[in-house]
């Protein structure tokens, strides 16, 4: 993430395969926006090929270094959906990077200078209650690991992810 370039407003750089040819993009996009109404968005790309978990990889490491500091990675290309594959959060220097524990996010962790703390949702499957809209597949809860600090310019996990990462702090 691009050093010194912090915004003002909470924000979430959101990567996917959903494509543009339903309302899958516009229901997370809409999901995010209930649960913390000044959040920015920046789309990174919803065209990767289906199910791709390396050509995510590679356009998330291509594009991490220059998103703006203090924020969420979103990334959702995972051929395991519906699974009980979990959603981990990983934790960089100057951010946060949230996607389905399949590798997706190893490389741009891996340029943002590694890991400061990596949370696995103990809730994979049963997470799928705590998204109003979901697809059938169970791919909306992802946008549900996202909520804003009062009075901070970063964001921060919510819901189970928020738990995990209470839980690993007590440790």
Known sequence: MAQGLTPARPFVSFLSDYGHADEFVGVCKSVMLSLVPDLQIIDITHELPPQDVRAGALTLVRAAQYLPDGGIVLA?????VGTDRRLVGVEV???ILLGPDNGLLAPAVAILGGAQRVVKSPLA???RSWCRAQRTDGNARS????SSQPNSRTSRLSGPAATASSS???R
């Open 125 to 127: 499957s049963a997470s």
């Open 93 to 95: 220097e100057h951010g």
């Open 76 to 80: 959702v290309v995972d051929p395991g």
């Open 168 to 170: 690993s702090r007590a």
């Open 143 to 146: 946008s549900h690991g996202i």
